[in-house]
């Protein structure tokens, strides 16, 4: 089976720097992605990740470390539109399907 | 299509009725999956289409959930006998492959009263 744990809710601050992490448990792997999901609104694709290392995009990085089962989804210069859950979702071995974590909360204060 | 389409946006329906959802995917997708969304909650896998394999149905929650794609391409999720917990959005989403970006559709807010 798969696990995955992410924060429930986090707070920052208008103009700084948060860090959302992702750990997980699977059977294989096969990747590593993270969506952006506003209230009331569909998920959207940010990052995704299947080798080690950091991709940049803008002002989103994703991290990832296989050996570690970890992941980190960074946010620079937040800003209030940034106030959104985070979902952080990995696809195990073979043809398995893409399983999200519960998502992350974060809260974007002046 | 621009986008992965579902119908109805709103389903109210009283206990013990069926209801059908449906999903239009972009065309070309050959993976296909439905997810529901409880209230504040995460996103909980339900089933999975790829290509012409079988479907992936160890999600689905109970005997009373079904769901079919038929020619590749539209899929309809049915509930039977629907109960007050079956209540949340139903989450539709496409993909070109299985290792690929999933696009999703705006959902179809289920209300089982």
């Known amino acids: 089976g798969q696990n995955i744990d992410q924060p429930t809710e986090m707070t920052a601050t208008e103009g700084a720097i948060v860090q959302i992490n992702c750990t997980y448990q699977?059977?294989?792997?096969?990747?590593l992605f993270w969506y952006q999901q506003h209230a009331g609104e569909a998920p959207t694709f940010l990052s995704y990740?299947?080798?080690?290392g950091l991709e940049e995009k803008g002002r989103f990085s994703s991290f990832l470390s296989r050996s570690k089962g970890y992941s980190y989804l960074l946010l620079k210069e937040l800003q209030m539109k940034d106030s959104a859950s985070y979902l952080c979702?990995?696809?195990?071995?073979?043809?398995?399907?893409?399983?999200f974590g519960k998502g992350t909360r974060l809260s974007v204060i002046a | 299509g621009a986008g992965v389409s579902q119908s109805p946006s709103n389903k109210v329906t009283e206990k013990g009725k069926d209801v059908e959802l449906r999903c239009d995917p972009i065309s070309g997708h050959t993976a296909l999956y439905w997810y529901r969304q409880s209230l504040g909650q995460g996103l909980e896998f339900l089933i999975y289409?790829?290509?012409?394999?079988?479907?992936?149905k160890s999600g689905l929650p109970s005997d009373r959930f079904s769901a079919e794609r038929t020619g590749g391409s539209v899929s309809t999720l049915t509930i039977q006998r629907t109960q007050q917990e079956d209540s949340a959005v139903y989450l539709c989403?496409?993909?070109?492959?299985?290792?690929?970006?999933?696009?999703f559709g705006s959902g179809t807010q289920l209300s089982v009263l």
């Open positions: 989403a496409s993909s070109t492959g299985p290792n690929e970006k999933l696009f």
């Open positions: 699977t059977s294989g792997f096969n990747g």
């Open positions: 990740n299947v080798l080690d």
């Open positions: 289409f790829q290509g012409n394999s079988a479907p992936d």
């Open positions: 979702a990995v696809r195990g071995s073979g043809n398995t399907p893409l399983v």
